[in-house]
């Protein structure tokens, strides 16, 4: 049998990192006697770390699911891992998670992480709790941390325990919701119930009353009662903090020392009694509109949160059963490509191991492997039912590289490899860019394309070397002029002839038709890249044949897709062809062709061609002190600032950059404001490069030529 839904508790564990989420995870792991001895992170031998990676560097990278049964609950605990370059796997984490545990570092307060991973528990609107970490630490400030977290979150955030003695001293925790003292033995454990010393009464008393009141506001018979009475039954109390934690209008504050194993009893108590089971939370959304409340009735419906490829068992697949009960051996159709999957077994999670489990009930998170076709973000349901779970909106990639495999041979292994990276992990991109000839990837940070260049080695055998990825500049001219060109060729036998005049002009929109020349027919075309070629026959007399033009128009074409200044595409160009000469027997199309080509080539340069670039529009949001030092760089970078604005605890900069000026920016931003600062960007125009970019751009062109 499955656990219960009303018993289930999905937690996630959110925060900077290094505030010990992963330590906190083996404690809690320990003291439900899911395991009987604590790992620790410098000896790489926690259950949540498992991966090789993440041992060698004493960080997590993966989000891990585990699983303990702390009273009448089963409690999902899902770590995370706490740097910014890997925030897709707390994003996916906390989108099944029901409430989110984010730990602080009591001594170093609120930290970048920390306020990063806030947008998110207010955007997923998720019920939060606080777990100051680490009071046993010298430097330890619990006072200070919370006064932050207040600070920075709101009144919402409240304290519910305190320490007795921070420090390296640490023992005992204040309680002000069941107004007790838990005193804890030296190596932690199990504590001691004792009366709270008449010393700490009064601020504890003060800490309870105000959480009285807070329950008490959530509901009017409870206001009524907290009136007549002067307070709340502990009944009351606990319906009143449970309905303002699933409103987010109470985040609880509790402490605890993760490397002494004191205080996380308390926390899973607390998380059994008080914090949502999946019935609790509203239903989910679906991608059509509607909801799905988490009930063990009806069909089955189960939505994959992550996938992970390993070289023994292929994929791994992390789901939650949002509705329904799923058996082992059931088949489920994939709502986003109809195949069906079979679940031939189905398991709890501790880390890497994994118990088979017969079923799992809504509101669970289970692993299964082997799926065909099934990937992240995905749903499936008993057959003849069609629900689509709202997808996971993954962050917007934030890093632009190319990539090379070390010998021309191994493409294809390369980018089987991304490809199934990419599948795995939605918050990469591959791209194979055409225009620039190159394959590009678009990843979270450095640290994240260091990662799967690791795991592309590790897992699929193959390497790879990061480049600078090409500009897609543009090529266009500026004024009028006229060229012709003549082909021919005498070589042996059937010779070659083909002469083309033609006028080129800049091309805009409504521009009247050229003068002195009568147009006989007009031919737009879009082209793939953007902006247009028109072009127009102008042919009296017959001096060029009709039936030529195909071939004439095909020539500029072929010069527009690589242009004449850097090979770039050119754009928004009107070609008219006015006149030419042709021999009966030499002129056919390729003549013609290539005596388009270079009549082209010769106009655009009298033409004074201009080079443009991508222009981007880059948002950045960073914290006051980063300002000044982003700003100073923004202008090293040929950046026109549009606009300046604070915006909630953030200063906003708006500005447009070249995007030959942004490469790396993300590691850049990242270093300039100590990680306070985040931004995205997005294609805004093309615009003329200045005069000295031109003559080099256009001179490190012919070397390339050259080399070649
Ligand atoms: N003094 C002290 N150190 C801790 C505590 N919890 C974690 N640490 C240490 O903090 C470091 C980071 O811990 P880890 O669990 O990897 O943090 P995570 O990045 O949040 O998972 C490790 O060296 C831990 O030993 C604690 O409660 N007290
Ligand atoms: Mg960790």
């Given at each position: ?105 009591a ?28 009071v046993d630490h010298?430097?330890a400030d619990f006072e ?18 305190y320490p007795l003695n921070p420090g390296t001293g640490f ?84 402490c605890?020392s ?451």
């Amino acid at each position: 049998m499955g656990y219960d839904t009303k018993n289930i508790r999905n937690v996630v564990l959110l925060g900077h990192s290094g505030c010990g989420k992963t330590t906190f995870t083996e404690t809690m792991l320990f003291e439900a006697g899911a395991i009987s001895r604590r790992g620790t992170v410098e000896e790489g031998n926690t259950i949540s770390d498992f991966n090789a990676l993440e041992q060698e560097r004493s960080n997590s990278i993966f989000s891990t699911l585990m699983h303990v049964s702390w009273k009448d609950s089963k409690i999902n605990i899902i770590d995370t891992p706490g740097l910014d370059d890997f925030v897709g796997e707390v994003v996916s984490s906390m989108k099944v998670s029901d409430t989110s545990v984010m730990l602080l570092n009591a001594k170093n307060g609120v930290e970048v992480g920390t306020e990063l991973i806030w947008d998110y528990i207010e955007q997923f609107k998720t019920p939060a709790m606080f777990v100051i970490n680490q009071v046993d630490h010298e430097k330890a400030d619990f006072e200070a941390t919370l006064e932050q977290a207040i600070n920075r979150f709101g009144p919402k955030v409240l304290a519910f325990q305190y320490p007795l003695n921070p420090g390296t001293g640490f023992n005992s925790i204040i309680d002000a919701l069941r107004m007790v003292m838990y005193v804890f033995p030296p190596d932690g454990g199990k504590p001691e119930k004792k009366e709270i010393p008449a010393s700490e009464r009064d601020r504890a008393l003060a800490m309870h009353n105000a959480l009285v009141e807070a329950a008490a506001e959530e509901n009017e018979g409870l206001m009524e009662r907290f009136f007549e009475e002067g307070t709340l039954s502990e009944e009351d109390l606990a319906d009143g903090l449970r309905i303002g934690i699933g409103k987010q209008d109470i985040f609880p504050v509790f402490c605890c020392s993760a490397t002494r194993n004191m205080g996380s009893g308390r926390i899973m108590g607390f998380i059994n009694d008080i914090c949502p089971s999946p019935t609790d939370r509203p239903p989910k959304k679906l991608e059509n509109g509607t909801t799905l409340p988490c009930v063990t009735q009806g069909p089955t419906t189960i939505f994959i949160y992550k996938t992970i490829y390993t070289a023994r068992v292929g994929n791994v697949s992390y789901f939650k059963v949002y509705s329904g009960v799923l058996k082992s051996g059931d088949e489920l159709v994939n709502a986003a490509n109809d195949g069906t999957e079979r679940f031939s077994s189905l398991f709890l999670a501790n880390g890497k191991n994994r118990d088979q489990v017969d079923e799992l009930r809504a509101g669970d998170l289970g692993v299964t492997v082997k799926l065909k076709n099934s990937h992240t973000n995905q749903t499936l349901n008993t057959k003849g039912t069609d629900r689509q779970i709202a997808r996971i909106k993954f962050p917007e990639p934030r890093l632009h590289v190319a990539v090379e495999p070390p010998s021309k041979n191994d493409m294809e292994k390369l980018m089987r490899a991304l490809h199934l990276i990419e599948e795995e992990d939605p918050t990469l991109v591959v791209e194979q860019s055409a225009t620039l000839k190159q394959t590009l990837l678009h990843a979270q940070g450095q640290l994240h394309l260091d990662i799967i260049k690791y795991r592309i080695e590790q897992v699929y055998g193959v390497s790879m070397d990061f480049v600078k990825p090409r500009i897609p500049y543009r090529e266009t001219i500026t004024k009028e002029a006229n060229e012709m060109y003549r082909h021919k060729k005498q070589t042996g036998g059937a010779g070659q002839f083909a002469e083309v005049h033609m006028r080129i002009e800049p091309y805009f929109e409504g521009m009247a038709d050229p003068t002195a020349l009568s147009v006989k027919k007009t031919e737009v075309d879009q082209l793939p890249w953007g902006g247009k070629l028109v072009f127009l026959w102008c042919i009296v007399g017959g001096s060029i044949d009709a039936k030529f033009s195909n071939a004439i128009k095909k020539g500029i074409l072929q010069k527009m897709e690589e242009g004449p200044l850097t090979g770039s595409n050119c754009q928004d160009i009107r070609v008219s062809i006015y006149d030419g000469k042709m021999h009966p027997v030499d002129s056919n199309d390729m003549a013609f062709m290539l005596a388009a080509t270079q009549a082209f080539k010769a106009a655009f340069q009298k033409s004074q061609p201009q080079i443009l670039e991508p222009i981007y529009e880059l948002d950045i949001l960073c914290s006051d002190e980063a300002m000044g030092d982003i700003m100073g760089d923004l202008q090293t970078r040929r950046a026109i600032i549009m606009g300046m604005d604070s915006e909630g605890h953030y200063q906003k900069i708006i500005a447009k950059v070249p995007l030959a000026e942004l490469y790396q920016y993300s590691s850049i931003l990242r270093s300039l404001s100590q990680g306070r600062a985040k931004f995205t960007q997005t294609f805004l125009e093309y615009a003329s490069v200045p005069g000295d970019i031109q003559a080099r751009l256009i001179e490190a062109h012919k070397d390339e030529d050259e080399e070649e």
